[in-house]
């Protein structure tokens, strides 16, 4: 019986240990600018389209504040341009179609969607990159203090991929 008791012990400590350790990589990040827009970045693959669209209280329909995509095909089918990573808002690579071109967000949003993820307005501060991870509930890491594999914030604040 003690033996039991002590290798369940053990075992929990175990997993406490594993899941204390872990880290989950942040999927995205959104910074807020000054004049209450957002840039984000994906981490795990390029853009291929970029949406934004800003939530107010009360809103019953969306209304995409910005929106293009990746355009330009060989004849091969392969796409010409260049892929994004980070979409600065209003700000499109060259060859990509505009299909709504940037609009003032709302004084008043609470949430903004983009094609990286949502996070609502509260979570956001002015100037600075939050890094977000789609929801999951991962209760022991910091929030917003974690950069996704593959980037990091040069001297000047902005992301930029490691070589």
């Known amino acids: 019986m003690r033996r039991r008791r002590v290798a369940a012990a053990s075992a929990m400590l175990a997993v406490v240990a594993l899941v204390s350790s872990c880290s989950v990589p942040a999927e995205w990040a ?21 949406e934004v669209d800003y939530a107010a209280p009360g809103e019953t329909a969306d209304t995409i504040e910005w ?7 060989s004849d091969s089918g392969m796409l010409l341009t260049m892929p994004v ?3 600065y808002y209003g700000q499109v690579p060259p060859d990509w179609t505009i299909d709504v071109p940037e609009h003032r967000p709302p004084s008043d949003w609470i949430r903004v969607s983009t094609s990286a993820g949502f996070a609502m307005r509260d979570d956001l501060r002015e100037g600075e990159w939050i890094w977000f ?5 991962w209760p022991w890491i910091p ?12 001297p000047d604040a902005e ?3 490691i070589p």
Do not use: K, Q
Not at 39 to 50: A, G, N, R, T, V
Not at 133 to 137: E, H, I, L, P, S
Not at 144 to 150: L, W
């Open 30 to 50: 959104a910074r807020l600018n000054a004049d209450g827009s957002v840039d984000y970045l994906s981490c795990w693959d390029d853009l291929e389209e970029i």
């Open 143 to 154: 929030f917003g203090h974690r950069t996704c594999r593959g980037w990091e914030l040069g």
């Open 159 to 161: 992301p930029r991929r």
């Open 133 to 137: 991870t789609n929801g999951y509930d």
């Open 67 to 73: 929106r293009a995509h990746r355009s330009g095909m």
């Open 85 to 87: 990573d980070v979409a």
